[in-house]
C-alpha cells in the first residue's frame, strides 16, 4: 500500500491526537483517586521586623495556636539576608517559651493607684480612656491662647512626649500630628538626644545627620574606624558586613578602652583611657588637618 504526504499527515496525527487523549483520560483517573492529606498542624507565617536594635534585620514568625513555634530569618530581606542574631533568634520567648505563654509577659493593663502599694488588673477601654481624659484635662488646664506679647499661640507647655527610636516614619508622622493638633511644642525623640553629635556633625559634612548610607554600602568602605561601640557583639549582622568589607582589603580600626570582640578583629586597635573619647578624636583632627 502507497502513502501519499498528506495521508502520512492524516494518520500521523490520529494516531498523536489518540494517545494525547489516553494519557489525559489516565491522568484524570489518577488525580481522581489521590486523596486529599490534612496538615495535623496547620502554621501560619508572616514576616516582621527583629525589635531588639537598630540594624532592622527581617525575620519570619510561623505560628500555630495562637503560640509562635519558629522565628528564622527572612532570606528576602536585604540587611541580614537569612541571618539571624542571638537576639533575633530569642524574638519567640518574648510570646511563647517552652510551647507555653511566657509567665512575664504582660497581656493586660495594670494600674497602680496613687499611694497605692499593689497594682489593679484593668481593661485596655478603661486605660484609653483614662489617659485621654487625663491628657485633655492637663491640656484644657494650661491652654495657652497668647503669649506675653499678645500673639495667638494656642499651645500648652505643660505635655511633653518623648518618641522611641524603633518607631518608623509613618508612626513617627502620626504621632507628631497628634501631638501639633493638641498644641502640644515639645516633641523630642531619643534619637536625636542619643545622636546629637553625629547629627550636627554629618549635617555640616554631607548635609543631613545620620544615619547617611545603608548598612549594607559597609562592605564598599576602603576603611572603617569603630569607636564607643563593640559591634562585633552588639550589632553583630551589621559586623557581617563590616567583615565581608575586610574580605576585600578594608582595613577595620578600633578605639576602645577595652580589648573586645570587635577589637579583637581590628587590623589597628587603639587602647584609650576611658573617658578620653572627644581628646582623642580632636587629637586625630588636629592631625589630619
Same mark, same amino acid.
Not at 498528506?6 to 491522568?27: E, H, M
Not at 519558629?70 to 510570646?95: F, R, T, W, Y
Not at 517552652?98 to 493607684?113: F, S
Not at 577595652?258 to 588636629?286: E, W
Given at each position: 500500500?502507497?502513502?501519499?504526504?498528506?495521508?502520512?499527515?492524516?494518520?500521523?496525527?490520529?494516531?498523536?491526537?489518540?494517545?494525547?487523549?489516553?494519557?489525559?483520560?489516565?491522568?484524570?483517573?489518577?488525580?481522581?483517586?489521590?486523596?486529599?492529606?490534612?496538615?495535623?498542624?496547620?502554621?501560619?507565617?508572616?514576616?516582621?521586623?527583629?525589635?531588639?536594635? !537598630? %540594624?532592622?534585620?527581617?525575620?519570619?514568625?510561623?505560628?500555630?495556636?495562637?503560640?509562635?513555634?519558629?522565628?528564622?530569618?527572612?532570606?528576602?530581606?536585604?540587611?541580614?539576608?537569612?541571618?539571624?542574631?542571638?537576639?533575633?533568634?530569642?524574638?519567640?520567648?518574648?510570646?511563647?517559651?517552652?510551647?507555653?505563654?511566657?509567665?512575664?509577659?504582660?497581656?493586660?493593663?495594670?494600674?497602680?493607684?496613687?499611694?497605692?502599694?499593689?497594682?489593679?488588673?484593668?481593661?485596655?477601654?478603661?486605660?484609653?480612656?483614662?489617659?485621654?481624659?487625663?491628657?485633655?484635662?492637663?491640656?484644657?488646664?494650661?491652654?495657652?491662647?497668647?503669649?506675653?506679647?499678645?500673639?495667638?499661640?494656642?499651645?500648652?507647655?505643660?505635655?511633653?512626649?518623648?518618641?522611641?527610636?524603633?518607631?518608623?516614619?509613618?508612626?513617627?508622622?502620626?504621632?507628631?500630628?497628634?501631638?501639633?493638633?493638641?498644641?502640644?511644642?515639645?516633641?523630642?525623640?531619643?534619637?536625636?538626644?542619643?545622636?546629637?553629635?553625629?547629627?550636627?556633625?554629618?549635617?555640616?559634612?554631607?548635609? =543631613?545627620?545620620?544615619?547617611?548610607?545603608?548598612?549594607?554600602?559597609? =562592605?564598599?568602605?576602603?576603611?572603617?574606624?569603630?569607636? !564607643?561601640?563593640?559591634?562585633?557583639?552588639?550589632?553583630?549582622?551589621?559586623?557581617?558586613?563590616?567583615? =565581608?568589607?575586610?574580605?576585600?582589603?578594608?582595613?577595620?580600626? %578600633?578605639?576602645?578602652?577595652?580589648?573586645?570582640?570587635?577589637?579583637?578583629?581590628?587590623?589597628?586597635?587603639?587602647?584609650?583611657?576611658?573617658?578620653?573619647? %572627644?581628646?582623642? %578624636?580632636?587629637?586625630?583632627?588636629?592631625?589630619?588637618?
Amino acid at each position: 500500500m502507497r502513502f501519499s504526504r498528506r495521508d502520512f499527515i492524516k494518520l500521523s496525527g490520529a494516531t498523536v491526537g489518540g494517545l494525547v487523549l489516553s494519557s489525559r483520560t489516565t491522568a484524570v483517573a489518577l488525580a481522581q483517586r489521590i486523596r486529599p492529606f490534612p496538615l495535623h498542624k496547620p502554621i501560619s507565617e508572616a514576616a516582621t521586623i527583629c525589635c531588639f536594635c !537598630g %540594624v532592622g534585620c527581617g525575620a519570619i514568625v510561623a505560628a500555630a495556636d495562637g503560640r509562635v513555634v519558629n522565628v528564622e530569618g527572612d532570606p528576602d530581606h536585604p540587611i541580614n539576608q537569612g541571618a539571624l542574631c542571638s537576639k533575633g533568634m530569642a524574638m519567640a520567648q518574648l510570646n511563647t517559651v517552652d510551647g507555653e505563654v511566657n509567665p512575664y509577659r504582660l497581656t493586660n493593663v495594670l494600674y497602680r493607684a496613687p499611694g497605692s502599694d499593689g497594682w489593679e488588673e484593668k481593661t485596655w477601654d478603661w486605660a484609653i480612656g483614662e489617659i485621654a481624659s487625663r491628657i485633655k484635662a492637663t491640656r484644657d488646664a494650661n491652654w495657652i491662647e497668647e503669649d506675653a506679647g499678645g500673639h495667638k499661640v494656642e499651645r500648652t507647655e505643660a505635655i511633653a512626649a518623648l518618641g522611641s527610636v524603633f518607631i518608623n516614619s509613618q508612626e513617627a508622622y502620626l504621632l507628631t500630628k497628634l501631638l501639633r493638633a493638641l498644641g502640644i511644642v515639645y516633641n523630642e525623640n531619643e534619637s536625636r538626644i542619643c545622636v546629637t553629635s553625629a547629627v550636627a556633625a554629618g549635617s555640616e559634612s554631607v548635609g =543631613r545627620g545620620p544615619m547617611t548610607n545603608h548598612w549594607i554600602d559597609l =562592605r564598599n568602605s576602603d576603611c572603617i574606624m569603630v569607636i !564607643g561601640s563593640n559591634a562585633a557583639e552588639t550589632f553583630p549582622i551589621s559586623f557581617k558586613w563590616i567583615t =565581608r568589607a575586610m574580605a576585600q582589603g578594608s582595613k577595620l580600626i %578600633v578605639v576602645d578602652p577595652r580589648v573586645t570582640r570587635t577589637a579583637s578583629q581590628a587590623d589597628i586597635y587603639v587602647p584609650m583611657r576611658g573617658g578620653t573619647d %572627644v581628646a582623642c %578624636v580632636g587629637g586625630m583632627i588636629n592631625y589630619v588637618m
